[in-house]
């Protein structure tokens, strides 16, 4: 369960290319990244303080930002941002 200082950006279907680029514009410090259950998305777990959920735009790439009350399916397939 996301909160308590832990949010996440949820990408969907995009490529790595496009990820590592997303996670360049992040501002929050990044704590972990993971391809998701599709295998087609990334979720970038990061330091954040509480606030709603809300479907964001960072470095021209759409994504949902989530940090509080839910739940993300964890893969621990780890993501490089390299």
Request: hydrophobic share 40%; glycine share 12%.
């Amino acid at each position: 369960m996301l909160g308590g200082g832990l949010g996440c950006y949820d990408l969907d279907h995009v490529s790595d290319e496009t990820a590592r680029d997303f996670i360049e514009w992040i501002p929050e410090p990044v704590v972990y990244m993971e391809r998701s259950v599709s295998g087609e998305g990334v979720h970038v777990f990061v330091e954040a303080t509480e606030g709603p959920g809300a479907h964001v735009m960072v470095g021209g790439v759409k994504a949902e930002r989530y940090t509080r009350a839910r739940f993300i399916r964890t893969t621990l397939d780890r993501f490089s941002a390299r």
